[in-house]
């Protein structure tokens, strides 16, 4: 794969399992999404070298590293145990004289970008969050350059390219520094803000002591205590944490992120528990990138199921896919399919079910 992550690619690729074309198959992957659900055993070799193809580029682990003498990190569900010299499979942590250290991700440095986004944004949860409602206001978009997961699908692949030796590092007082009068809310996004949630949580304890409410993006796979303080901060402050539910299929998940749901679906839960605290307006969100040929209306529905039976007020978004990284092959989501998609989660009991990204909505399949 070549280092841009953007060369389209003509032509339906073929499972190599089945034989399928149709529904989509990632060239990438090699696999169509009846044989990861089916044949797990036999499709998952073929997504693994998937990853290691898309993470090779950018010098990061192909797999979480697991060295018997290393030193363990337990900031996220990898729980890496990262071996001297080596790296973490985020990148940001590695071991030198056998003691573990933070190269990014800790209140005095931050690897990550930031802008001003007036407000009503394009935020997972604007149709339902507070922020939407303060025109005239802006929301501090902190884009952390580090990731968890390895999703062949990424749209904001890029940050992949920067390394925390090369500097430019944000304390969180930094970050915080840059709000101002106008700033209404803050979203910790990415990448993914779990490597690097102790440098966010000191920023969003700075900046909700200014009355700034507290959002979050993530895909869930953070330590469940600091989990438990960032939903403490979105519950303090009015704002909210959205969580990215990839897939419900374990194997589905493993095969688009190179990762186990695991984590993701007990630090969802555990936060759902608290959304009667404050259901208006909502402090979880859900959300789902419909990824042609792998998350169709059936996986919608398996995912809509476990929401609703943690409360079926949650609300959910579905979004619309558009070719990116290692599937610049797939389509964009067809309308046909994110309409079925909603009529799926509405069948599982959830009440607040929208389809987002209307916009980037195709009509290739």
Known sequence: MQDSGATRRTGAARCRLCGVQSPPVAAALAVCGGCVRARPAEALPESEAAHRRARQPFNLPPVPPEDARGVRCVLCAHRCQIGEGERGYCGL?????????HLAGVPARGMLEWYRDPL?????ADWVCAGSRHRGFHNLAVFYEACTLDCLFCQNWH????????????SAEQLAAAANQRTWCVCFFGGDPAPQMPHALAAGRLLARRGIAVCWETAGTGHPKLLDQAVE????????????????DPAVYRALTGACNETVLENFARAAARFRQRPEPPLVVASTLLVPGYV??????????????????????????APQFAMTDLPPTSLRH??????????AGLRRVRIGNRHLLGWDY
């Open 233 to 248: 901060l979105s519950l303090a402050t009015g704002g909210c944490i959205k969580f990215d539910l990839k897939a419900h």
């Open 159 to 170: 940050f992949r390219r920067r390394r925390p030796e090369q500097g430019g590092l944000l």
């Open 120 to 124: 009503p944004t394009n935020c997972v």
């Open 93 to 101: 942590r590695t071991v030198r004289n056998g003691r573990l250290v």
């Open 296 to 321: 169709d209306a059936g996986e919608v529905g398996r995912i809509a199921r476990f929401i609703a039976q943690l409360d079926p007020d949650i609300p959910y978004a579905l979004l619309g896919f």
């Open 338 to 347: 994110a309409e079925e998609a909603e009529r799926e989660a509405r069948a």
